[in-house]
């Protein structure tokens, strides 16, 4: 006789799937729900603040008493300093471009939407603005606290867009911060496509839009100093494969490590081999602890070629290859590889979070 507790199982387990998903969303729109309040809060705030005839006294006046007032309704979270806070978030988003793109008539001194810069004489608006709101706010209120301290707009608005897209954790969006993601991305990019970082995000169409120059490993938990081999660089690599991923950006998954292809029965190893989805290609990388030397990129175009004829399908795009060096010459590189090259590319990496003024210094300079 055929037992059916296999199907009950997996009657169950949907059950579960589904409940879980519907407290994840739940949870997230509570998450919506409150910051679009805090940012109405803000409003009133800086509204109240304007009719006081002192601004600076009144104003601490009034977030004294609201605090005392609110925290013996609700409890926590309406500290004087979190009310300080929400008065931040409006005065720093209530001018963003994205605030203002989704109003049909923005106001002409503001450029905000017109149905943010009052209060609202009827329901239908009062619904219409907080629908405007959650499209906006998609984060949770720990990510926008530290998103509206990025001065930078564009920077701003950028990893917005990336933690939203990406679903970083506010740990990770710190990461990234600190790594200097952004101004690594757009040094090597001119004015326009700086403005589509903003604008859209991290967009990969070709292979140089993956790249990055310099990766950084400080994860790695390796001193800037030490002494280490390629091998041992390789299997910290590998033992911190998540936080990697994250490094090498959007897209990346993981084939294997020391690939081995034979040409005229001769082995050789790729260090570490990866596949792109967005870009639909191999990925290949090969790390160095020293400076860079036109024999290695020289052996890169050996495997990339090889992948090309022999591994990749017809309808995948061309092999890319990255080498990671602790040091390198741009003459040798832009000398020894081809002038048309949309393959092969060399980028340092540091084991130690990189001086952000100095990176601001190369971003200029770009």
């Not at 301290?149 to 710190?174: M, T």
């Not at 990925?283 to 400076?291: C, M, N, P, Q, S």
């Not at 860079?292 to 052996?299: A, T």
Request: with cysteine.
């Amino acid at each position: 006789m055929k037992s059916d507790k296999p199907d009950k199982n997996i009657f169950f387990d949907r059950v579960v799937a589904l409940l879980e998903t519907a407290r994840s969303r739940a949870v997230q729109q509570v998450n919506i729900t409150m910051v679009t309040a805090y940012f109405e809060i803000g409003r009133m705030i800086v509204e109240e603040e304007q009719g006081g005839d002192e601004r600076a006294t009144y104003g601490k006046s009034v977030l004294r008493e609201l605090s005392k007032r609110l925290k013996k309704r609700f409890r926590r979270g309406f500290s004087v300093d979190n009310l300080e806070n929400m008065r931040m978030f409006y005065l720093t988003y209530s001018k963003s471009e994205t605030l203002s793109r989704k109003s049909e008539k923005p106001d002409s001194n503001t450029g905000i939407p017109q149905t943010m810069s009052g209060e609202f004489d009827n329901s239908s608006d009062e619904i219409q603005k907080q629908q405007t709101l959650s499209a906006v706010f998609n984060l949770s209120w720990s990510h926008y606290l530290k998103l509206m301290r990025i001065d930078d707009s564009l920077e701003r608005r950028f990893y917005e867009i990336e933690c939203a897209e990406n679903n970083w954790s506010v740990r990770e969006l710190q990461r990234q911060f600190d790594s200097g993601l952004y101004l690594r991305l757009a040094a090597s990019r001119d004015k326009t496509k700086v403005k589509e970082l903003s604008d859209k995000g991290l967009i990969i169409q070709k292979a140089q839009d993956a790249i990055k120059d310099p990766y950084i490993l400080e994860f790695l938990g390796l001193p800037e100093k030490s002494n280490y081999s390629e091998q041992e660089l390789e299997t910290e690599l590998i033992n911190k494969l998540e936080s990697f991923l994250l490094e090498l950006g959007k897209g990346f998954t993981f084939v294997g490590r020391q690939k081995r292809i034979t040409i005229d029965e001769k082995h050789f190893y790729i260090d570490l081999v990866f596949y792109n989805r967005l870009l639909q290609s191999f990925v290949l990388l090969d790390l160095k602890i020293g400076e860079l030397k036109h024999q290695d990129l020289g052996q890169m175009q050996m495997y990339v070629n090889y992948y090309d004829r022999f591994v990749k399908l017809t309808e995948e795009n061309k092999t890319v290859g990255i080498i990671l060096c602790r040091d390198k010459s741009k003459a040798v590189v832009e000398i020894t590889l081809p002038e048309d090259n949309k393959q092969i590319f060399a980028s340092k990496y540091q084991t130690a979070l990189p001086d952000k003024e100095e990176l601001k210094k190369l971003l200029q300079q770009a």
